[in-house]
C-alpha cells in the first residue's frame, strides 16, 4: 500500500530523463574553461624502486604540458589510507601503482606523453601468491568492518567429535573486481586557494576531508561534486587516486585537470574482493541441528595497507548452535590493496557457508530448506541480542511456494532433458542493518514547492527519488512538488553511499527534517515570506539513543534453476528467485531493480567473474570487460525478487532496512548448489567451469546416468 505523499509506490527515478538524454553531468564531463588533461603511468615491476625517470621525451610530445613525478610532485600531508600519498616516492610496492602523471592538452595527447615517459627500476623479488599454508600468516586484530577477527563460543572441538554427522570442507573464490560502467574519473580545479574537485565518489564528505588533509587546507576550503555516479560497487566507497593527482596537476600546472582512469588501470588502483581460502566445518545431530560450526578464513592484504575481508562473520549470526569458532588470518603481499567490493564478508561468507549448509542437509539426509528452518533463531547467535526482525523463516517458505521447491526431486542427475541436466538449488542470505547520523535541510517556497538538501550520494540506485518520497510523505504533499539537491560536500553532512546504510541513514535526516518544516508550517501565519521558509536537522542523537538490546539485519532466500550440458559441461542459469525481508521496500520500482541486480551480480560471480594472478608478473591478467566475464541480459532469462510484508519500528522512522547488498549474498551458493543437484559434482571453487563438471559428467554417463 502507498501513502498520500508516495512512499512505497513505484515511482520512476526524478533524473531519468536527464540520463537517457545525456544532460546529467558525470565527473568528466563538467565544462571548464582551459582545461589539461592528464593519464598516469603504472609501475611495471611488482616490488622495487625507481631509479631514473626520463620525461624529455613526454615533454617534447605535441600538447603536452607537465609530468609529474615522486621528484617534482606537490608534496602531501598525513593520510589515512597511505594507497592516496601518490608519487611521494620511489619506492614500488605492487605493479600498477602510479610512478607518474602526463599532463596535456587533450586526452590523446597526455596518453601519447605518459607513453613516452621512460622509468627505470631496481627490482626485488615479489610474493603475490597468497595460500593457508603461507608461512607470513597472522591474526590481525580487527576484520572489515571493525569487527574482531576471531570469535570462540562454547567448545567447538569437544562438540564437533560428539556430532553423529559431520562436514568438513574447503572454499575458495578468487579475486573479483568491482568494473563499474563509469570509470573513476576527477575534475579538479583550483580558484585561489579553494579546491573544487567533481569526483565519481559514493561519497563526497569523505573526500573533501581527505582532499583538505592531503593538501593543507581547511575542510570549507575544499568542494566536492559527486551529482551524478555511474556504478561504483564498493570501489568509490574511499577516496581513490584519481581524485588527488587530479588536485595535484591542477596546482602544478594551473591549469583545470581532468581524469579518468583507463579501464585496463582499475585493477591495480581502486580496490577488490581478495582471495579467500575458508574451511568450514559443521557438526550436527541426526536431526540436523547444528552442534558445532568452524569458520576459518584465509586471505590476503598488500604491503600498504592492511584490510580484512570479514568472511567469517556471518557464521557468528545466521544459525542457532551453541559451540562456534570463526578466525581469520591475513598474509601481507605484494599486491594492490584489497577493498569493498559489493557486500563485503557477507557474500564471500556465505557462499562457504550455504554450499556448506547444503553439504550437511545432503549428510543428514534432509530437504535444504528444512535444515535452515530447524536451525533458525530469534536470538543473534553471537551476541546474545534478540533480533529486531528476523523474516528468513517466512522467506524461506514463501520462495518454496512461489518457486516450487515442493516439486523436486532430491537426487542428482534425476532430471535430465535432452544433453541437458537439470538442477535446483538454494541459499540463504543475510546483511546488517546499519545506521548512521546525518543532517538535512527542508525549505518550504512561496511558490508552493519544496526542497530537501543533503550530502547523499546516488550511485544508480534511485536514492535521490527515494528521498524525494520520504520527504513526500512528511509533508504530506505529493511527490512531483519536492525537489532533491544532492552529492555536493557543500550541502549538509551525510555518509557514503555504501554497507546498505545510505536510504535508512539520509532518509531519517531527511524524514525528520519535512515532520519539522511541517510543523513550522503548521504554525506559521499569513503567506510565506518570498525567501520562503526552512529547517535544519541532525540526527546524531537521534542514532546514538537507538537501543543496543536487539540485533538489526536484513534476510533472505535465493533459489536458482540450473542446465549443465552434459557434453560441454556448460552452465546456463535459466531462472533465479529471491524473497526477501527487508523492512518497509520504500519505492517499489527502485527497490526490485536493486534486489534483481544483486542477484544477478551473485550469478555472474558463480559462473563468471574471476581475476587471475600471475605470479611472475605479479598483477591480474584480466584487466578489461573483454577478459573480466560479467552477466548480460542472455544468462538471466528469468530472475525474480519479492518482499514479505515486515514491520520493523525498531530501524528507523521508515522502517527500512538496506537492499543494495542481500541480493547478491546467497545467489552464488544457490547456483553452486543447482549446479550439484543437476550433475551431484560439488564444485567448491568459484567461477564454476566446464573443465570442474566435466570430469564427473563422464563419470555419470559411463555408469549410465
Known amino acids: 500500500m502507498t501513502s498520500p505523499g508516495g512512499l512505497g509506490a513505484p515511482v520512476a527515478r526524478l533524473e531519468g530523463r536527464e540520463k537517457v538524454t545525456g544532460t546529467a553531468r558525470y565527473a568528466a564531463e563538467h565544462p571548464v574553461d582551459g582545461c589539461a588533461y592528464a593519464w598516469p603511468v603504472p609501475a611495471t615491476v611488482a616490488r622495487g624502486s625507481i631509479t631514473g625517470i626520463d620525461c624529455a621525451a613526454a615533454l617534447a610530445e605535441p600538447g603536452a604540458l607537465a609530468v609529474l613525478t615522486h621528484e617534482n610532485a606537490p608534496r602531501l600531508g598525513d593520510a589515512d589510507d597511505a594507497t592516496l600519498l601518490v608519487l611521494q616516492s620511489p619506492l614500488v610496492a605492487h605493479r600498477g601503482q602510479y610512478v607518474a602523471l602526463a599532463v596535456a592538452d587533450s586526452w590523446e595527447a597526455a596518453r601519447a606523453a605518459a607513453a613516452a615517459v621512460r622509468v627505470e627500476y631496481a627490482p626485488e623479488p615479489h610474493d603475490v601468491e597468497p595460500s593457508a599454508t603461507h608461512p607470513g600468516l597472522y591474526a590481525p586484530e580487527t576484520v572489515n568492518g571493525n569487527f574482531p577477527a576471531d570469535r570462540v563460543r562454547g567448545d567447538f572441538d569437544a562438540a564437533y567429535a560428539a556430532a553423529p554427522v559431520r562436514t568438513d570442507a574447503v572454499y575458495r573464490i578468487p579475486a573479483l573486481h568491482n568494473h563499474p560502467m563509469e570509470p573513476h574519473a576527477a575534475t579538479a580545479v583550483w580558484i585561489g586557494d579553494r579546491l573544487r574537485a567533481y569526483d565519481s565518489s559514493q561519497g563526497a564528505t569523505k573526500v573533501r576531508q581527505t582532499l583538505a588533509a592531503l593538501f593543507g587546507l581547511a575542510e570549507e576550503q575544499v568542494t566536492v561534486v559527486s551529482e551524478h555516479v555511474g556504478g561504483g560497487f564498493g570501489s568509490k566507497g574511499t577516496p581513490r587516486p584519481h581524485v588527488v593527482l587530479a588536485a595535484m596537476a591542477a596546482r602544478h600546472t594551473g591549469h583545470p585537470v581532468k581524469i579518468a582512469l583507463p579501464r585496463p588501470q582499475l585493477a591495480a588502483v581502486v580496490g577488490h574482493r581478495a582471495a579467500t581460502e575458508q574451511r568450514v566445518r559443521l557438526g550436527a545431530d541426526t ?128 532430471r535430465p532433458e535432452g544433453r541437458w541436466l537439470i538442477g535446483t538449488g538454494m541459499a540463504a542470505s543475510g546483511y546488517p542493518a546499519e545506521v548512521g547520523p546525518a543532517r538535512a535541510e527542508a525549505s518550504a517556497e512561496a511558490s508552493g514547492h519544496y526542497r530537501v538538501r543533503i550530502n547523499a550520494t546516488d550511485i544508480g540506485t534511485g536514492a535521490r527519488t527515494v528521498l524525494a518520497q520520504i520527504a513526500a510523505d512528511a509533508l504530506s504533499v505529493p511527490v512531483d512538488r519536492v525537489a532533491v539537491e544532492i552529492g555536493n560536500s557543500d550541502l549538509p553532512r551525510a555518509p557514503l553511499a555504501g554497507g546498505s546504510s545510505g536510504t535508512a541513514s539520509w532518509g531519517w535526516a531527511v524524514h525528520k527534517a519535512g515532520r519539522a518544516l511541517a510543523r513550522e508550517l503548521a504554525e506559521h501565519t499569513g503567506p510565506l515570506p ?49 524473497v526477501f525481508a527487508v523492512g518497509r521496500v520504500l519505492n517499489a520500482r527502485t527497490g526490485r531493480s536493486q534486489l534483481i541486480g544483486g542477484m544477478t551480480m551473485g550469478l555472474s560471480m558463480a559462473l563468471l567473474e574471476h581475476s587471475t594472478m600471475d605470479p611472475r608478473f605479479g598483477d591480474h591478467a584480466e584487466r578489461d570487460l573483454a577478459a573480466y566475464h560479467v552477466a548480460v541480459h542472455a544468462d538471466v532469462p528469468d530472475v525474480r525478487a519479492y518482499w514479505i510484508a515486515e514491520d520493523d519500528a525498531r530501524l528507523n522512522p521508515m522502517g527500512a532496512k538496506g537492499i543494495g547488498e542481500i541480493g547478491i549474498v546467497g545467489t552464488a551458493a544457490a547456483v553452486a548448489n543447482a549446479v550439484h543437484h543437476a550433475t551431484g559434482v560439488r564444485v567448491r571453487t568459484l567461477p564454476v567451469r566446464p573443465e570442474d563438471l566435466l570430469p564427473g559428467l563422464g563419470e555419470w554417463q559411463a555408469a549410465g546416468g
Open 287 to 414: 536431526d540436523g541441528r547444528i552442534q558445532a560450526l568452524c569458520h576459518e578464513v584465509f586471505t590476503y592484504s598488500s604491503r600498504i595497507k592492511e584490510f580484512t575481508e570479514q568472511a567469517g562473520t556471518p557464521a557468528r549470526t545466521m544459525y542457532a548452535g551453541a559451540n562456534s569458532t570463526t578466525t581469520h588470518r591475513l598474509t601481507r603481499l605484494d599486491v594492490p590493496t584489497p577493498s569493498w567490493l559489493r557486500a563485503p564478508g557477507e557474500c564471500s561468507g556465505m557462499f562457504a557457508l550455504e554450499s556448506a549448509m547444503d553439504e550437511l542437509a545432503i549428510a543428514c539426509a534432509l530437504d535444504p530448506v528444512e535444515l535452515r528452518l530447524r536451525n533458525d533463531t530469534p536470538t543473534e547467535p553471537d551476541s546474545g541480542r534478540p533480533f529486531s526482525s528476523r523474516g528468513l523463516a517466512e522467506c524461506l517458505r514463501e520462495g518454496s511456494r512461489r518457486f516450487g521447491w515442493a516439486e523436486r526431486d532430491p537426487r542428482p542427475g534425476s
Open 530 to 578: 518570498e525567501s520562503g521558509l526552512s529547517v535544519r536537522v541532525d540526527t546524531t542523537d537521534d542514532v546514538a539513543a537507538m537501543s543496543e538490546e536487539f540485533a538489526r539485519r536484513a534476510f533472505g532466500a535465493q533459489f536458482a534453476e540450473v542446465a549443465v550440458d552434459m557434453d560441454s559441461g556448460e552452465t546456463r542459469v535459466r531462472r533465479l528467485l529471491g
